[in-house]
């Protein structure tokens, strides 16, 4: 992998939904752990979700049961379902790719929950 590229954020209500996509670029997809994190505005960046290259999902616990990742390695992308949305989970979302060592960040797609 070489680049990824984040989309699907905007502004939503509360209780709302969006879905998240990152498209990766280059090969060996299929094999990199790919992870969702966020940064609110003063705060440090958190996890929120990982899937490892064998499928097993990992999720924080401000967003389990609400969120779910999953990962199309046909297409090299990794997604974010994000439902029951709170003002609290607005934040810039960040897409990560991870393979021993090696780790690539995207710049990130803006995420707003907001009545």
């Known amino acids: 992998v070489q680049l990824v590229v984040e989309s699907g954020g905007g502004l939503v209500q509360p209780g709302g939904s969006l879905r998240l996509s990152c498209a990766a670029s280059?090969?060996?997809?299929?094999?990199?752990?790919m992870g969702w994190y966020r940064q609110a505005p003063g705060k440090l960046r958190e996890l929120v979700a990982t899937v490892t290259s064998g499928g097993v999902t990992d999720y924080s616990d401000a967003v389990k049961g609400r969120f779910t990742i999953s990962r199309d390695n046909a297409k090299n992308t990794v997604y974010l379902q994000m439902n029951s949305l709170k003002p609290d989970d607005t934040a810039v979302y960040y897409c990560k790719a991870k393979l021993g060592i090696f780790t690539i960040w995207g710049q990130g797609t803006q995420v707003t929950v907001s009545s």
């Open positions: 280059g090969s060996s997809f299929s094999s990199y752990t």
